[in-house]
T-cell receptor, first 114, second 111 residues
Framework: NAGVTQTPKFQVLKTGQSMTLQCAQD?????MYWYRQDPGMGLRLIYYSASEGTTDKGEVPNGYNVSRLNKREFSLRLESAAPSQTSVYFCASSEAWASGYEQYFGPGTRLTVT | QKEVEQNSGPLSVPEGAIASLNCTYS??????FFWYRQYSGKSPELIMF????GDKEDGRFTAQLNKASQYVSLLIRDSQPSDSATYLCAVKGGGYQKVTFGTGTKLQVIP
């Protein structure tokens, strides 16, 4: 039981390049999330998927797109990377959205945009 | 006003002492409260959650919630160097509201 997995672990991009961050969970959770974490800013929600087939914007969605490929997988795409997107990205999942279930986090992707 | 506020620290306590971490929130309708621990370079992991006013104990950890004062705290008894980490407070609003994280308090336990 791997929990939440993310690939890649590290990535360096040049401004304007695109990439997709992959996330998968094997806990049969309904809800999945993408966060970014920056020093002094805490965890900020980029996008979330309350259930398979739905996605919604979070607090900081600009510059990102997501796809809930199936119940297990939720990907985050940067179409044209900018230095302001340098951050640590965490994927998380939880059993449900509408109640206070804990979120399980993946190991993170450390992204640098030069 | 930030939705969830924490003192960034660092909070330094000697080994064996009680560490007290505090968090305030602005949404009076908030229903669920979580404490996550995050070691440097690692991802957050849940250590406690609380839904009702009062205290909830789990081993060396006690979460305290006061909804009237919009205040939640985490006490760590007999602090150990392995408790040195950043502690994130997370608050979920009522209904379909999302979870909002505070910026975290860095705890240093001095041997």
């Amino acid at each position: 039981n791997a929990g939440v997995t993310q690939t890649p672990k590290f990535q360096v991009l040049k401004t304007g390049q695109s990439m997709t961050l992959q996330c998968a969970q094997d806990m049969n959770h309904n809800s999945m999330y993408w966060y970014r974490q920056d020093p002094g800013m805490g965890l900020r929600l980029i996008y979330y998927s309350a259930s398979e087939g739905t996605t919604d914007k979070g607090e900081v969605p600009n510059g990102y797109n997501v796809s809930r490929l199936n119940k297990r997988e939720f990907s985050l795409r940067l179409e044209s990377a900018a230095p302001s997107q340098t951050s640590v990205y965490f994927c998380a999942s939880s059993e449900a959205w509408a109640s206070g279930y804990e979120q399980y986090f993946g190991p993170g992707t450390r992204l640098t945009v030069t | 006003q930030k939705e969830v506020e924490q003192n960034s620290g660092p909070l330094s306590v000697p080994e064996g002492a009680i560490a007290s971490l505090n968090c305030t929130y602005s949404d009076r309708g908030s229903q669920s409260f979580f404490w996550y621990r995050q070691y440097s370079g690692k991802s957050p992991e849940l250590i406690m959650f609380i839904y009702s006013n009062g205290d909830k104990e789990d081993g060396r950890f006690t979460a305290q919630l006061n909804k009237a004062s919009q205040y939640v705290s985490l006490l760590i008894r007999d602090s150990q160097p392995s408790d040195s980490a950043t502690y994130l407070c997370a608050v979920k609003g009522g209904g379909y509201q999302k979870v909002t994280f505070g910026t975290g308090t860095k705890l240093q336990v001095i041997p």
